[in-house]
């Protein structure tokens, strides 16, 4: 089965700060998401990775930043984090084989409050 | 450009009773369709999926989903409901191969 493991569940920090989120896939996918989840507003893409040192910008990437040195690990960075930016992340991951779509993997999620 | 449309904030039903969660979409070109489902604190598991043939999908936990190009929808649908599916459920459009565009959800509380 493939696991997509995100570093921590649940993350305080203080307005201004920056903040790391880690996350690591053990399946060798090509693909790597961050993704955003907020009441009302479903999933929002923040940031997508087709390749290491490849990144995208999503629908919203304001105020973050990320980075794939591995193919296994995506971090996402919030430059200086804002109120605004409480939020649930969640990461995934896919592969692109146009012969048999994959759908996304996806981690439990950091419930990241920003104070 | 891609949408995709859960009209249904929330849904309540009766444990036994059938669900269906409505799902449209909005695409030019062959789309490819995903069910998600989220329980309280956790990451999203995949139900099903369409990508071509069968119109009717068959997926986990007892649900299947339909396909309905005339109408551009999706919905999943399950014949007899039980607590522990109480969740939110999204729909997925999968389009240009890497992307993903979600729905907005629906959560789905189930009376005893």
């Known amino acids: 089965d493939v696991k997509v493991t995100q570093s921590s569940r649940y993350l305080v920090k203080r307005t201004g700060e920056k903040v790391f989120l880690e996350c690591v896939q053990d399946m060798d996918h090509e693909n790597m998401f961050w993704y955003r989840q907020d009441p009302g507003l479903g999933l929002r893409l923040i940031y997508f990775?087709?390749?290491?040192?490849?990144?995208e910008k999503g629908d919203i990437p304001e105020g973050y930043s990320v980075s794939r040195e591995k193919k296994e690990r995506f971090s996402l960075i919030l430059e200086s984090a804002s109120t605004n930016q409480t939020s649930m992340y969640l990461c995934a991951s896919s592969s692109p084989q146009t012969s048999d779509n994959q759908p996304q993997h996806f981690g439990d999620g950091t419930r990241l409050s920003i104070l | 450009a891609q949408s995709v449309t859960q009209p249904d904030i929330h849904i309540t039903v009766s444990e036994g009773a059938s669900l269906e969660l409505r799902c449209n979409y909005s695409y030019g070109a062959t789309p490819y369709l995903f069910w998600y489902v989220q329980s309280p604190g956790q990451g999203l598991q995949l139900l099903l999926k369409y990508f071509s043939g069968d119109t009717l999908v068959q997926g986990i936990k007892g649900f299947e989903a339909e396909f309905k190009r005339s109408q551009s929808s999706f919905n999943l649908r399950k014949p007899s409901v039980h607590w522990s599916d109480a969740a939110e459920y999204f729909c997925v459009l999968l389009y240009n191969f890497n992307k993903f565009y979600f729905g907005s959800g629906t959560k789905l509380n189930v009376k005893p």
């Open positions: 990775s087709y390749d290491v040192k490849m990144k």
